[in-house]
Nanobody
Framework: QVQLAESGGGLVQAGGSLRVSCAAS????????MGWFRQAPGKEREFVAA????????YYADSVKGRFTISRDNPKNTLYLQMNSLKTEETAVYYC????????????????WGQGTQVTVSS
């Protein structure tokens, strides 16, 4: 079992930056690949970014490439998502998730999910 808790969400103006974090507890955090997903109001949850167990590989949705950076600190059991140049349409609840394996952009590849943190981008 892995318990995940997101934090760092909030209100930011369009064009601004925000970093959200995901603290993991339970079984060894470094055993899992990790991902960030988001769900905007009235829309399905979508993939944002993923990172391999040791941070050696990262993957991004085309819509966030060059603006978002996913990283992890295994000794601290923490996952991060640095978001720059935020857009109003990126207002959503952001979720972190842990995966034992599978296709990184598919929700069904992830075994554990956090409760989410709200990110609101104002114009």
């Amino acid at each position: 079992q892995v318990q995940l808790a997101e934090s760092g969400g909030g209100l930011v103006q369009a064009g601004g930056s925000l970093r959200v974090s995901c603290a993991a507890s339970g079984r060894a955090f470094s055993m899992y690949s990790m991902g960030w997903f988001r769900q905007a109001p009235g829309k399905e949850r979508e993939f944002v970014a993923a990172i391999s167990w040791n941070g050696g590989s990262t993957y991004y949705a085309d819509s966030v490439k060059g603006r978002f950076t996913i990283s992890r600190d295994n000794p601290k059991n923490t996952l991060y998502l640095q978001m720059n140049s935020l857009k109003t349409e990126e207002t959503a609840v952001y979720y972190c998730a842990a995966s034992r394996g599978g296709t990184y952009y598919r929700e069904d590849s992830y075994d554990y999910w956090g409760q989410g943190t709200q990110v609101t981008v104002s114009s």
